[in-house]
Protein backbone atom coordinates (compact mmCIF):
# COMPACT_ATOMS: atom_id res chain seq x y z
CA UNK A 1 0.00 0.00 0.00
CA UNK A 2 2.68 1.98 0.71
CA UNK A 3 4.01 2.02 -2.67
CA UNK A 4 0.51 4.06 -3.44
CA UNK A 5 0.17 6.18 -0.63
CA UNK A 6 1.90 7.05 2.54
CA UNK A 7 -0.59 9.74 3.66
CA UNK A 8 -1.07 13.51 3.22
CA UNK A 9 -0.87 16.32 5.80
CA UNK A 10 -3.81 17.44 4.54
CA UNK A 11 -6.08 14.45 6.42
CA UNK A 12 -6.77 14.77 10.18
CA UNK A 13 -7.08 12.42 12.45
CA UNK A 14 -8.39 12.91 16.08
CA UNK A 15 -7.10 10.25 18.69
CA UNK A 16 -10.23 10.59 21.52
CA UNK A 17 -8.23 9.22 24.65
CA UNK A 18 -5.86 9.98 27.62
CA UNK A 19 -4.14 12.68 25.47
CA UNK A 20 -1.23 12.11 22.87
CA UNK A 21 2.63 12.88 23.60
CA UNK A 22 2.94 15.61 21.38
CA UNK A 23 7.18 15.99 22.03
CA UNK A 24 7.69 12.47 21.14
CA UNK A 25 10.31 12.07 18.51
CA UNK A 26 7.97 9.63 16.43
CA UNK A 27 4.81 11.91 16.67
CA UNK A 28 5.87 16.05 16.82
CA UNK A 29 6.37 16.00 13.34
CA UNK A 30 3.29 14.86 12.42
CA UNK A 31 1.17 16.55 14.88
CA UNK A 32 -1.61 18.88 13.72
CA UNK A 33 -1.17 22.17 13.93
CA UNK A 34 -4.66 24.63 14.58
CA UNK A 35 -3.62 26.89 12.21
CA UNK A 36 -5.96 29.90 13.98
CA UNK A 37 -3.44 29.69 17.08
CA UNK A 38 -0.17 31.67 17.68
CA UNK A 39 2.17 28.97 20.23
CA UNK A 40 2.35 29.56 23.71
CA UNK A 41 1.39 33.29 23.90
CA UNK A 42 -1.39 32.63 26.50
CA UNK A 43 -4.14 33.88 24.05
CA UNK A 44 -7.16 32.36 22.43
CA UNK A 45 -6.16 33.86 19.27
CA UNK A 46 -9.03 31.72 17.64
CA UNK A 47 -11.19 32.56 19.87
CA UNK A 48 -12.51 29.35 20.34
CA UNK A 49 -12.18 29.44 24.46
CA UNK A 50 -9.29 27.12 24.66
CA UNK A 51 -5.86 29.16 25.13
CA UNK A 52 -3.38 27.46 23.20
CA UNK A 53 -4.87 24.96 21.88
CA UNK A 54 -2.45 24.36 19.09
CA UNK A 55 -2.57 20.37 18.91
CA UNK A 56 -6.09 19.96 20.61
CA UNK A 57 -7.41 20.20 23.83
CA UNK A 58 -7.72 18.75 27.46
CA UNK A 59 -11.70 18.46 27.60
CA UNK A 60 -11.26 17.28 31.29
CA UNK A 61 -9.24 20.50 32.18
CA UNK A 62 -11.20 22.60 29.89
CA UNK A 63 -7.93 23.68 28.06
CA UNK A 64 -5.57 23.88 25.34
CA UNK A 65 -3.22 20.93 26.44
CA UNK A 66 -3.87 17.24 25.32
CA UNK A 67 -0.35 16.11 26.89
CA UNK A 68 -0.91 12.32 27.11
CA UNK A 69 -0.06 11.80 31.32
CA UNK A 70 -0.83 8.00 30.61
CA UNK A 71 0.17 5.85 27.65
CA UNK A 72 -2.86 4.43 25.96
CA UNK A 73 -3.50 7.60 23.60
CA UNK A 74 -0.29 8.09 22.76
CA UNK A 75 0.15 4.28 22.12
CA UNK A 76 -2.54 4.56 19.48
CA UNK A 77 -0.91 7.63 17.95
CA UNK A 78 1.69 5.78 16.95
CA UNK A 79 -0.09 2.70 15.13
CA UNK A 80 -1.90 5.57 13.14
CA UNK A 81 0.78 7.68 11.87
CA UNK A 82 4.22 7.36 13.77
CA UNK A 83 6.43 9.08 11.34
CA UNK A 84 8.21 7.05 8.71
CA UNK A 85 12.24 6.70 7.52
CA UNK A 86 13.27 9.02 10.33
CA UNK A 87 15.61 6.46 11.94
CA UNK A 88 13.76 5.66 15.19
CA UNK A 89 11.00 4.16 16.61
CA UNK A 90 7.95 2.83 15.00
CA UNK A 91 6.68 3.68 11.57
CA UNK A 92 2.69 4.17 11.62
CA UNK A 93 -0.16 3.31 9.23
CA UNK A 94 -0.44 6.56 7.64
CA UNK A 95 3.18 8.18 8.74
CA UNK A 96 2.39 11.15 6.68
CA UNK A 97 -0.70 12.58 8.04
CA UNK A 98 -1.82 14.96 10.61
CA UNK A 99 -3.17 13.84 14.38
CA UNK A 100 -5.29 15.77 16.64
CA UNK A 101 -5.27 15.21 20.31
CA UNK A 102 -8.26 15.36 22.35
CA UNK A 103 -7.77 14.29 26.19
CA UNK A 104 -11.01 12.87 27.90
CA UNK A 105 -9.34 9.94 29.76
CA UNK A 106 -7.45 10.60 33.28
CA UNK A 107 -6.35 7.10 35.21
CA UNK A 108 -8.20 5.00 32.91
CA UNK A 109 -11.62 6.69 32.92
CA UNK A 110 -13.41 9.46 31.53
CA UNK A 111 -16.81 10.87 30.81
CA UNK A 112 -19.31 11.04 27.97
CA UNK A 113 -20.14 14.67 28.59
CA UNK A 114 -16.00 15.29 27.82
CA UNK A 115 -16.02 12.54 24.91
CA UNK A 116 -18.98 14.84 23.02
CA UNK A 117 -16.65 17.87 23.43
CA UNK A 118 -13.67 16.06 22.04
CA UNK A 119 -15.96 14.88 19.01
CA UNK A 120 -17.61 18.49 18.31
CA UNK A 121 -13.63 20.08 18.94
CA UNK A 122 -12.80 17.78 16.20
CA UNK A 123 -15.83 18.48 13.71
CA UNK A 124 -15.54 22.06 14.59
CA UNK A 125 -11.59 21.87 13.59
CA UNK A 126 -12.07 19.95 10.65
CA UNK A 127 -10.76 16.25 11.53
CA UNK A 128 -11.77 14.06 8.92
CA UNK A 129 -11.73 10.53 11.47
CA UNK A 130 -11.95 10.29 14.57
CA UNK A 131 -9.93 7.44 16.48
CA UNK A 132 -12.45 5.93 19.34
CA UNK A 133 -10.72 3.24 21.52
CA UNK A 134 -12.93 3.71 24.43
CA UNK A 135 -16.30 2.41 25.55
CA UNK A 136 -18.85 1.14 27.65
CA UNK A 137 -22.30 -0.25 28.47
CA UNK A 138 -23.97 2.33 28.94
CA UNK A 139 -26.59 3.99 26.23
CA UNK A 140 -26.00 7.64 25.74
CA UNK A 141 -28.57 9.90 23.71
CA UNK A 142 -26.06 12.69 23.78
CA UNK A 143 -23.60 10.54 22.51
CA UNK A 144 -25.25 9.06 19.91
CA UNK A 145 -26.75 12.51 18.74
CA UNK A 146 -23.16 13.63 18.12
CA UNK A 147 -22.30 10.64 15.89
CA UNK A 148 -25.56 11.99 13.94
CA UNK A 149 -23.77 15.25 13.71
CA UNK A 150 -20.31 13.78 12.42
CA UNK A 151 -22.66 11.72 9.61
CA UNK A 152 -24.05 14.58 8.63
CA UNK A 153 -20.91 16.52 8.22
CA UNK A 154 -19.04 13.13 6.26
CA UNK A 155 -16.53 12.17 9.38
CA UNK A 156 -15.71 8.89 9.81
CA UNK A 157 -16.06 7.35 13.42
CA UNK A 158 -14.27 4.13 14.15
CA UNK A 159 -14.31 2.62 17.67
CA UNK A 160 -13.31 -0.60 19.87
CA UNK A 161 -15.36 -3.51 20.04
CA UNK A 162 -14.03 -3.99 23.34
CA UNK A 163 -12.43 -6.51 25.27
CA UNK A 164 -15.15 -8.43 26.95
CA UNK A 165 -15.47 -11.28 25.19
CA UNK A 166 -18.98 -11.35 24.46
CA UNK A 167 -21.28 -11.02 21.56
CA UNK A 168 -22.54 -7.35 21.02
CA UNK A 169 -25.60 -8.19 19.05
CA UNK A 170 -26.69 -9.64 22.63
CA UNK A 171 -25.06 -7.07 24.85
CA UNK A 172 -24.16 -3.58 23.18
CA UNK A 173 -21.27 -1.80 23.63
CA UNK A 174 -21.20 1.92 23.12
CA UNK A 175 -20.09 4.03 20.97
CA UNK A 176 -19.02 0.84 18.95
CA UNK A 177 -22.66 -0.30 19.08
CA UNK A 178 -24.23 2.93 18.01
CA UNK A 179 -26.13 2.34 14.67
CA UNK A 180 -25.22 4.86 12.30
CA UNK A 181 -23.22 4.11 8.98
CA UNK A 182 -20.52 6.42 9.83
CA UNK A 183 -19.83 3.76 12.95
CA UNK A 184 -16.90 1.67 12.33
CA UNK A 185 -16.59 -0.60 14.81
CA UNK A 186 -12.94 -2.92 14.88
CA UNK A 187 -12.23 -6.50 16.88
CA UNK A 188 -8.98 -7.79 17.42
CA UNK A 189 -7.03 -10.48 15.75
CA UNK A 190 -4.06 -12.26 16.57
CA UNK A 191 -0.58 -12.71 14.17
CA UNK A 192 -1.49 -16.77 13.98
CA UNK A 193 -1.29 -17.81 10.47
CA UNK A 194 -4.66 -18.00 10.07
CA UNK A 195 -5.70 -14.50 11.48
CA UNK A 196 -7.61 -15.92 14.42
CA UNK A 197 -9.42 -13.41 17.02
CA UNK A 198 -7.95 -12.46 20.11
CA UNK A 199 -8.59 -14.67 22.79
CA UNK A 200 -10.32 -10.75 24.64
CA UNK A 201 -12.01 -9.53 21.87
CA UNK A 202 -15.43 -8.98 21.82
CA UNK A 203 -17.59 -10.02 17.94
CA UNK A 204 -21.29 -9.61 16.87
CA UNK A 205 -22.10 -11.00 13.26
CA UNK A 206 -24.33 -7.74 13.31
CA UNK A 207 -22.39 -4.81 15.13
CA UNK A 208 -18.44 -5.29 14.81
CA UNK A 209 -17.41 -4.95 11.30
CA UNK A 210 -13.95 -5.83 10.75
CA UNK A 211 -10.89 -7.28 12.63
CA UNK A 212 -7.34 -5.68 12.81
CA UNK A 213 -4.54 -6.98 14.95
CA UNK A 214 -4.37 -5.88 18.16
CA UNK A 215 -2.50 -8.52 20.14
CA UNK A 216 0.95 -7.52 21.60
CA UNK A 217 1.18 -4.23 19.46
CA UNK A 218 4.73 -2.37 19.61
CA UNK A 219 4.09 1.35 19.34
CA UNK A 220 5.28 4.70 20.42
CA UNK A 221 4.83 5.12 24.76
CA UNK A 222 5.41 9.09 26.33
CA UNK A 223 8.73 9.98 26.77
CA UNK A 224 10.52 9.11 23.60
CA UNK A 225 10.19 5.55 24.58
CA UNK A 226 8.24 1.85 22.81
CA UNK A 227 6.46 -0.81 24.09
CA UNK A 228 3.75 -3.14 23.51
CA UNK A 229 -0.18 -3.46 24.32
CA UNK A 230 -2.79 -5.30 23.24
CA UNK A 231 -6.38 -4.90 23.33
CA UNK A 232 -9.32 -3.78 20.64
CA UNK A 233 -7.77 -0.33 21.54
CA UNK A 234 -5.11 -1.38 19.40
CA UNK A 235 -6.87 -2.40 16.53
CA UNK A 236 -8.79 0.53 16.56
CA UNK A 237 -6.30 2.79 15.49
CA UNK A 238 -4.88 0.79 12.06
CA UNK A 239 -7.69 0.77 11.03
CA UNK A 240 -8.37 5.01 11.26
CA UNK A 241 -4.91 4.41 10.11
CA UNK A 242 -5.71 2.37 6.67
CA UNK A 243 -8.51 5.00 6.67
CA UNK A 244 -6.55 7.63 6.40
CA UNK A 245 -3.99 6.57 4.07
CA UNK A 246 -7.19 5.94 1.31
CA UNK A 247 -8.59 9.44 2.55
CA UNK A 248 -5.25 10.89 1.37
CA UNK A 249 -5.07 8.76 -1.98
CA UNK A 250 -8.60 10.19 -2.89
CA UNK A 251 -9.95 12.78 -0.87
CA UNK A 252 -13.64 12.80 -2.27
CA UNK A 253 -13.96 9.56 -0.37
CA UNK A 254 -17.33 9.71 1.85
CA UNK A 255 -17.48 7.65 5.16
CA UNK A 256 -19.53 5.47 4.22
CA UNK A 257 -17.52 4.98 0.52
CA UNK A 258 -14.09 4.51 3.22
CA UNK A 259 -16.16 1.81 4.88
CA UNK A 260 -17.06 0.00 2.49
CA UNK A 261 -14.11 -0.15 0.49
CA UNK A 262 -12.16 -1.07 3.79
CA UNK A 263 -15.23 -4.12 4.40
CA UNK A 264 -15.34 -5.36 1.25
CA UNK A 265 -11.69 -6.12 0.77
CA UNK A 266 -10.69 -7.58 3.97
CA UNK A 267 -8.37 -11.23 3.69
CA UNK A 268 -11.79 -13.61 4.88
CA UNK A 269 -10.45 -15.64 7.78
CA UNK A 270 -12.47 -18.87 8.88
CA UNK A 271 -12.12 -17.57 12.68
CA UNK A 272 -14.30 -14.60 12.00
CA UNK A 273 -16.48 -15.86 9.51
CA UNK A 274 -19.72 -16.10 10.65
CA UNK A 275 -19.03 -13.70 14.02
CA UNK A 276 -17.97 -10.36 12.46
CA UNK A 277 -19.97 -8.73 9.18
CA UNK A 278 -17.42 -8.61 6.75
CA UNK A 279 -15.71 -12.46 8.28
CA UNK A 280 -11.98 -10.84 7.74
CA UNK A 281 -9.55 -8.69 8.48
CA UNK A 282 -8.70 -5.61 7.60
CA UNK A 283 -6.28 -5.44 4.55
CA UNK A 284 -5.14 -2.12 3.55
CA UNK A 285 -3.49 -3.18 0.31
CA UNK A 286 -6.66 -4.29 -1.49
CA UNK A 287 -8.42 -1.59 0.01
CA UNK A 288 -6.48 0.91 -2.25
CA UNK A 289 -7.06 -1.37 -5.42
CA UNK A 290 -11.07 -1.32 -4.67
CA UNK A 291 -10.68 2.76 -4.63
CA UNK A 292 -8.76 2.63 -8.11
CA UNK A 293 -10.59 4.56 -10.85
CA UNK A 294 -11.50 2.32 -13.38
CA UNK A 295 -8.34 2.27 -15.96
CA UNK A 296 -9.51 3.64 -19.66
CA UNK A 297 -10.00 1.17 -22.42
CA UNK A 298 -8.01 2.16 -25.34
CA UNK A 299 -10.33 3.13 -28.26
CA UNK A 300 -9.52 1.99 -32.00
CA UNK A 301 -7.80 4.98 -34.08
CA UNK A 302 -9.42 5.86 -36.85
CA UNK A 303 -8.46 4.22 -39.90
CA UNK A 304 -8.03 5.28 -43.25
CA UNK A 305 -9.11 2.48 -45.74
CA UNK A 306 -5.79 2.46 -48.76
CA UNK A 307 -6.93 1.62 -52.05
CA UNK A 308 -4.70 -1.15 -52.59
CA UNK A 309 -5.23 -3.13 -49.22
CA UNK A 310 -7.96 -4.98 -47.39
CA UNK A 311 -9.31 -2.62 -44.09
CA UNK A 312 -8.26 -3.77 -41.11
CA UNK A 313 -9.81 -3.30 -38.00
CA UNK A 314 -8.47 -2.18 -34.71
CA UNK A 315 -10.08 -3.67 -31.31
CA UNK A 316 -9.59 -1.69 -28.36
CA UNK A 317 -7.04 -3.23 -25.91
CA UNK A 318 -8.18 -4.19 -22.30
CA UNK A 319 -6.07 -1.88 -20.34
CA UNK A 320 -4.26 -4.14 -17.57
CA UNK A 321 -6.88 -4.51 -14.16
CA UNK A 322 -4.22 -3.15 -11.46
CA UNK A 323 -4.09 -5.85 -8.15
CA UNK A 324 -2.84 -5.54 -5.28
CA UNK A 325 0.90 -5.93 -5.26
CA UNK A 326 1.81 -9.10 -3.11
CA UNK A 327 2.83 -7.67 -0.19
CA UNK A 328 1.45 -9.67 3.22
CA UNK A 329 -2.75 -10.37 2.67
CA UNK A 330 -2.66 -8.13 6.38
CA UNK A 331 -4.61 -5.20 6.06
CA UNK A 332 -1.28 -2.93 7.73
CA UNK A 333 2.10 -3.29 7.52
CA UNK A 334 3.60 -5.01 10.27
CA UNK A 335 5.68 -2.15 12.75
CA UNK A 336 8.96 -3.73 13.41
CA UNK A 337 11.73 -1.59 14.54
CA UNK A 338 14.65 -1.37 12.02
CA UNK A 339 16.85 0.95 13.88
CA UNK A 340 18.34 0.42 17.07
CA UNK A 341 17.60 3.72 19.43
CA UNK A 342 19.85 4.36 21.88
CA UNK A 343 19.01 2.22 25.09
CA UNK A 344 18.58 5.57 27.30
CA UNK A 345 15.49 6.18 25.65
CA UNK A 346 13.78 2.90 25.60
CA UNK A 347 13.71 2.62 29.22
CA UNK A 348 10.68 -0.38 30.39
CA UNK A 349 7.51 1.99 30.39
CA UNK A 350 5.48 2.08 33.84
CA UNK A 351 2.04 -0.25 33.72
CA UNK A 352 -0.93 1.96 33.70
CA UNK A 353 -2.86 1.73 37.10
CA UNK A 354 -4.72 -1.77 38.37
CA UNK A 355 -6.22 -0.51 41.11
CA UNK A 356 -9.84 1.26 40.60
CA UNK A 357 -9.62 5.21 41.66
CA UNK A 358 -11.45 6.51 44.87
CA UNK A 359 -14.72 8.16 44.27
CA UNK A 360 -13.28 11.83 44.31
CA UNK A 361 -15.91 14.42 45.53
CA UNK A 362 -18.10 15.77 43.58
CA UNK A 363 -17.57 18.98 41.77
CA UNK A 364 -20.05 21.05 39.71
CA UNK A 365 -19.79 20.20 36.09
CA UNK A 366 -22.10 21.37 33.37
CA UNK A 367 -24.21 18.54 32.33
CA UNK A 368 -26.78 17.47 29.94
CA UNK A 369 -30.50 16.03 30.27
CA UNK A 370 -30.46 12.61 31.15
CA UNK A 371 -30.08 9.96 28.69
CA UNK A 372 -32.66 7.46 28.69
CA UNK A 373 -30.79 3.82 28.70
CA UNK A 374 -32.31 0.77 26.77
CA UNK A 375 -34.63 -0.02 29.99
CA UNK A 376 -35.40 3.14 30.44
CA UNK A 377 -33.83 4.10 33.10
CA UNK A 378 -31.67 7.10 32.96
CA UNK A 379 -28.08 5.76 34.61
CA UNK A 380 -25.17 8.56 35.85
CA UNK A 381 -23.18 10.10 33.19
CA UNK A 382 -21.28 7.24 31.66
CA UNK A 383 -17.42 6.82 31.73
CA UNK A 384 -15.49 5.81 29.20
CA UNK A 385 -12.16 4.73 28.63
CA UNK A 386 -9.57 2.79 26.82
CA UNK A 387 -10.33 -0.44 25.62
CA UNK A 388 -6.99 -2.27 26.05
CA UNK A 389 -5.42 -5.70 27.78
CA UNK A 390 -7.79 -7.90 28.53
CA UNK A 391 -8.33 -9.14 32.01
CA UNK A 392 -11.70 -10.16 33.54
CA UNK A 393 -13.25 -7.08 34.86
CA UNK A 394 -14.14 -7.00 38.67
CA UNK A 395 -17.82 -6.53 39.57
CA UNK A 396 -18.32 -2.36 39.65
CA UNK A 397 -19.26 -1.17 42.90
CA UNK A 398 -21.46 1.61 43.77
CA UNK A 399 -19.30 4.67 44.86
CA UNK A 400 -20.95 7.20 47.06
CA UNK A 401 -21.47 10.69 45.33
CA UNK A 402 -23.08 13.64 46.59
CA UNK A 403 -26.07 14.35 44.94
CA UNK A 404 -25.70 17.55 41.98
CA UNK A 405 -28.44 19.79 41.92
CA UNK A 406 -28.98 19.21 38.30
CA UNK A 407 -29.49 16.35 36.10
CA UNK A 408 -26.24 13.95 35.91
CA UNK A 409 -25.66 12.35 32.20
CA UNK A 410 -25.12 8.85 31.77
CA UNK A 411 -21.60 8.30 32.85
CA UNK A 412 -19.78 5.42 31.04
CA UNK A 413 -16.73 3.37 32.12
CA UNK A 414 -13.45 3.53 30.13
CA UNK A 415 -12.63 -0.12 29.36
CA UNK A 416 -9.11 -0.32 29.33
CA UNK A 417 -8.33 -3.78 30.51
CA UNK A 418 -5.60 -4.68 32.64
CA UNK A 419 -1.92 -4.92 31.01
CA UNK A 420 -1.12 -8.90 30.60
CA UNK A 421 1.67 -8.26 28.35
CA UNK A 422 5.06 -6.68 29.09
CA UNK A 423 5.12 -3.15 28.10
CA UNK A 424 9.06 -3.81 27.23
CA UNK A 425 10.55 -1.44 24.89
CA UNK A 426 12.22 -3.14 22.03
CA UNK A 427 14.34 -0.24 20.87
CA UNK A 428 14.68 -1.04 17.66
CA UNK A 429 13.02 1.60 14.77
CA UNK A 430 10.73 0.30 11.79
CA UNK A 431 11.08 1.16 8.31
CA UNK A 432 7.98 0.82 6.08
CA UNK A 433 6.89 -2.37 7.51
CA UNK A 434 4.92 -0.87 11.09
CA UNK A 435 3.06 -3.23 13.49
CA UNK A 436 2.95 -1.07 16.52
CA UNK A 437 2.01 -3.10 19.22
CA UNK A 438 0.19 -2.45 22.58
CA UNK A 439 0.03 -3.93 25.77
CA UNK A 440 -2.89 -4.90 27.48
CA UNK A 441 -3.88 -2.48 29.97
CA UNK A 442 -6.37 -2.39 33.03
CA UNK A 443 -10.01 -3.81 31.96
CA UNK A 444 -12.77 -2.17 30.83
CA UNK A 445 -15.15 -1.29 32.99
CA UNK A 446 -18.82 -1.34 32.84
CA UNK A 447 -21.13 1.64 33.71
CA UNK A 448 -23.96 1.44 36.36
CA UNK A 449 -26.75 3.43 37.15
CA UNK A 450 -25.85 5.42 39.66
CA UNK A 451 -27.02 8.38 41.54
CA UNK A 452 -26.28 11.54 40.05
CA UNK A 453 -22.33 12.03 39.21
CA UNK A 454 -21.37 8.83 39.59
CA UNK A 455 -19.50 6.32 37.74
CA UNK A 456 -18.94 2.56 37.27
CA UNK A 457 -15.62 0.65 37.64
CA UNK A 458 -16.01 -1.58 35.35
CA UNK A 459 -11.87 -3.50 35.57
CA UNK A 460 -9.47 -1.74 37.27
CA UNK A 461 -11.24 1.96 36.45
CA UNK A 462 -12.21 4.46 39.15
CA UNK A 463 -14.22 7.57 38.59
CA UNK A 464 -13.61 11.32 37.65
CA UNK A 465 -15.81 13.96 38.79
Not at 219 to 228: A, E, H, K, Q, V
Not at 243 to 260: C, D, F, G, V
Amino acid sequence: AWDIERGSRNTVVCVIDTGVDYNHEDLSPNMWINPGEIPNNGIDDDGNGYIDDVHGINAIAQDGDPLDTGSHGTHCAGTIGAVGNNGVGVVGVAHNISIMACKFIEENSGFVSDAILCLDYALVNGAHITSNSWGGDSFSRSLKEMIDRAEDQGQLFVAAAGNEERDNDETPHYPSSYPQDVVLSVASTTDTPDDGMSGFSSWGLESVDLGAPGSSIYSTLPGNMYGRKSGTSMATPHVAGAAALLLSHNPELTPTELKAALLSTVTPSGALAGKIVSGGRLNVSAAFMAIQPLLPTATPAPTTPAPTTVPVTVSPTQAPTQSPSPTPTTALPTMQPTATPTPTQHQTPTPMPTAPRATPTEQPRPTSSPSPTPGGTTPADPTVGPTSSPTPAPTASEPTATPEPTAAEPTMTPTIPAPTEEETPEPTEEEETPEPTEEEETPEPTEEEETPRPCLEEGEFGCRP
